[in-house]
């Protein structure tokens, strides 16, 4: 199995050593050929308007956008949710718009009101996984094909559809390897 990371921005590293430690292969995806060969692509934090621009200028917002049309799994981290949903509250800016969700990008505030939480995601068994927030966004609406994993306070935080999966916080800056090994059953399912 390889799974491809978007390396334009973000916790390009953090994800490797993550799937690293699950024995999967990764490789950087920073032009449409790194995309050969994948059998999934993980979508990183970062800055939504700045990264949906890096993929209009490296050429790679129409070949992921296809690549997840015809079924490759997509698991988008903060920016990454944002660039899989179809609608982002007061904004144009480019996504792949792969996901039936709205979203509200910096939902909790700027970088001050950064959180890291506890929180129990039944899909991932009893014990509680720990999130980290960071000026992170999350899912307003979700369509009828939207299955949501993790709500808190009446906010989607994590959700996935069809091939995708999305997540409005940092999972690989825990060390908990539960919802990149989640991603990778969809991979291999």
């Given amino acids: 199995m390889k799974i491809g990371i978007l390396a334009l921005q973000g916790a390009v590293r ?8 699950l024995g999967v292969e990764t490789a950087d995806v920073l032009n449409p050929e790194d995309l050969r060969g994948l059998d999934g692509l993980i979508l990183p934090g970062g800055e939504s308007t700045t990264v949906g621009k890096l993929l209009v200028r490296y050429g790679l917002l129409e070949p992921i956008a296809e690549a997840g049309r015809r079924g490759l799994p ?7 949710l944002i660039l899989l949903s179809k609608h982002i509250n007061g904004s144009e800016q480019y996504r792949l718009g792969l996901m039936d969700t709205q979203v ?3 939902a ?29 966004p999350y899912i307003e609406k979700a369509g ?7 709500v808190h306070e009446g906010k989607i935080l994590l959700a996935e559809q069809d091939n995708f999966l999305a997540a409005a916080f940092h999972p690989e800056l ?16």
Avoid: Y
């Fill in 14 to 21: 953090e994800h490797r050593n993550v799937l690293h430690k």
């Fill in 74 to 80: 997509l698991f988008g981290t903060c920016t990454g």
């Fill in 104 to 106: 509200e990008r910096n």
């Fill in 108 to 136: 909790f505030g700027r970088q001050p009101a950064s959180f890291e939480a506890d929180m129990h995601i039944p899909v991932l068994g009893d014990v509680p996984f720990h999130t980290v927030f960071i000026r992170a």
């Fill in 144 to 150: 009828e094909g939207v299955r949501p994993l993790l």
């Fill in 174 to 189: 825990t060390g908990d390897t539960r919802l990149h090994a989640w991603f990778l059953r969809k991979v291999a399912g």
